[in-house]
């Protein structure tokens, strides 16, 4: 049975330009710490990669600093300041925030004081856009990265996390990007490294692939990649909406992520679905990677006003460059076959 991978938003098959800079990066023996040439050689390779991160976010104006990932980024960005956000945020913010903000049922959320605020530019579960305000305070830029146009210099938001593995990079590297001349101060201290805001020798290998990964996401951008992904991302939506009327597309009348579809089938469990389009040789999910491993409904899809049974009720399918129409077709057919047993089974 051919598998078809179709969690994208959980984390991106690595990229060829990744593999190869982080092949490459491992045969430098050199500490970026380090004086000698060795030592250059490596420090080298970093601020390679801090230029490509920014070009691809246009950042050019900002500090990159790298850290083990989003959420370490959050932590960053977030311990000791009084921030409010919407409970749509990812479990990696809304630890440190005051989720108070509302969402409406669309997902969207209006802030009031932006400079004490956290918002998302794109959800993870949902594919939600936000519009963010001018002086912002951060945002969780870390689905929108490599899929949307970004201009971080230009979006007034004061700090953004970013995840490598989200556009094709490794696991367990990501940033937070940071407005030049914020205050932040290092939560890991210890050595002088990235600026002095987050000490430890650097992952020399995992920063040369998200530099990689990040630049070649950024050609893939401009060059349309992500048109062709939302159309079948639509003709999905519409395959099953043409058998099933009662599958809720949540967020299809705002804005969204081109390759990303969240639908609830009331009366159906999500987990129930995932696990058998798992057998069936499809990876889905039922939300956010951090959180669809517990046993309850989406935290994010009830803060958009939906019941416990609605909420729990939900799949995501996102969608990549590697996508196929024949992917979509298959899966929409292998779905709807599951969907008539359900429905046998409740007759």
Known sequence: MQRVYLDYNAT?????????????????????????????????????????????????????????????AAALACIG???????????????????????DTDGRVAVADPAQAVLQLANSETGVVQTLPNGLAVSDMTQAFGKLPLAFNWSGVEMALISAHKLGGPKGVGALVVKRGTDLAAQIRGGGQEMGRRAGTENVVG??????????????LA????????????????????????????GKATPRL????????PGWKGETQVMAMDLAGFAISAGSACSSGKVKSSRVLRAMGFDEAMAGSAIRVSLGPLTTEDDILRFAESWLKRLQKHRGRLA
Do not use: Y
């Open 81 to 103: 300041r009084d921030l409010h956000g919407a409970a749509v945020e990812h479990d990696a913010l809304t630890s440190w925030i005051t989720p108070d903000l509302p969402a």
């Open 207 to 220: 920063i040369a692939g998200f530099g990689a990964a990040a630049e070649a996401a950024g050609h893939d």
């Open 258 to 265: 081109p390759n990303t579809s969240c639908f609830i089938t």
């Open 12 to 72: 991106a098959p690595l990229r060829v330009e990744a593999r190869e800079a982080m092949i490459d990066a491992m045969d430098l023996i050199g500490n970026p710490s380090s004086v000698h040439a060795e030592g250059r050689a490596a420090k080298g390779l970093i601020e390679r990669a801090r230029a490509q991160v920014a070009t691809a976010l246009g950042a050019d104006g900002a500090d990159v600093i790298f850290t083990s990932g989003a959420t370490e």
């Open 223 to 250: 060059e349309g990649i992500w048109d062709p992904i939302e159309k079948l991302r639509n003709i999905l939506e519409n395959t099953i909406a043409e058998f099933s009327n009662e599958t809720i597309f949540v």
